[in-house]
């Protein structure tokens, strides 16, 4: 059965430093998501990714995020200057349809650390 | 912004017992989806509803979308370990993009 791969699976990285969280969609899918989790918290929707472009995103996406396709397979999601409340899970989701109808698939996320 | 409410939060049940949980909302929603999740993992679908009133099953779990599209329960029925994790509903809203407002969830333990 087709996956979404993130990597990595746990990252520490200091406050104020930049990281890149990485996605491996499924391959015939045009949607792409990030949602963060934090501990003991329901998930959270970020962004929506659509013909190379945002679609929508929630207020926590702020000026410190960005996400990019950088080729035909990954989607990424970057913190230019990570703060501590940026500890989460981060999970990619990718889609068929524009609708979460139909395949809706969430990987198994990047638990993001920051000290 | 737009919420679902989930309950109960935490359910502790003996093996075998049927479960029950249920969302609801002041919102409308055009898919209703039952999502679990195992410590360190991402969600995983159980079920998909996507027409007012449908009644849909997957094995012992059974799930229904409230006529109004403002609500949803998920029963499991004859519990087994396996079964222990968080349950979350998950909706998209009616006219709304592609992004999925999600439940609080509702811890399911299980004893022996």
């Known amino acids: 059965e087709p996956e979404v791969t993130q990597t990595p699976s746990h990252q520490v990285t200091q406050m104020g430093q930049e990281v890149i969280l990485r996605c491996v969609p499924i391959s015939n899918h045009l949607y792409f998501y990030w949602y963060r989790q934090i501990l003991g918290q329901k998930v959270e929707f970020l962004v929506s990714?659509?013909?190379?472009?945002?679609?929508?995103k929630s207020e926590i996406f702020d000026d410190q995020f960005s996400v990019e396709r950088p080729d035909g397979s990954n989607f990424t999601l970057k913190i230019r200057s990570t703060k501590l409340e940026d500890s989460a899970m981060y999970f990619c989701?990718?889609?068929?349809?524009?609708?979460?109808?139909?395949?809706?698939?969430f990987g198994s996320g990047t638990r993001l650390t920051v000290v | 912004g737009q919420q679902l409410n989930q309950s109960p939060q935490s359910m502790f049940i003996q093996e075998g017992e049927d479960v029950s949980m249920n969302c609801t909302s002041s919102?409308?929603?055009?898919?209703w989806l039952w999502y679990k999740q195992d410590p360190g993992e991402g969600p995983v679908l159980l079920i998909a509803l996507y027409k007012a009133g449908e009644l849909t099953s997957n094995g012992r779990l059974t799930a229904q979308f409230g006529i109004t599209r403002k609500d949803s329960f998920l029963n499991i029925s004859a519990s087994i370990p396996s079964d222990v994790g968080i349950y979350f509903c998950?909706?998209?809203?009616?006219?709304?993009?592609?992004?999925?407002?999600f439940g609080q969830g509702t811890r399911l333990t299980i004893n022996p």
């Open positions: 919102s409308i929603f055009n898919t």
């Open positions: 989701a990718s889609s068929e349809e524009g609708q979460s109808t139909y395949g809706y698939t």
């Open positions: 998950a909706g998209q809203l009616l006219g709304g993009a592609q992004k999925l407002v």
């Open positions: 990714f659509y013909n190379n472009e945002i679609s929508e």
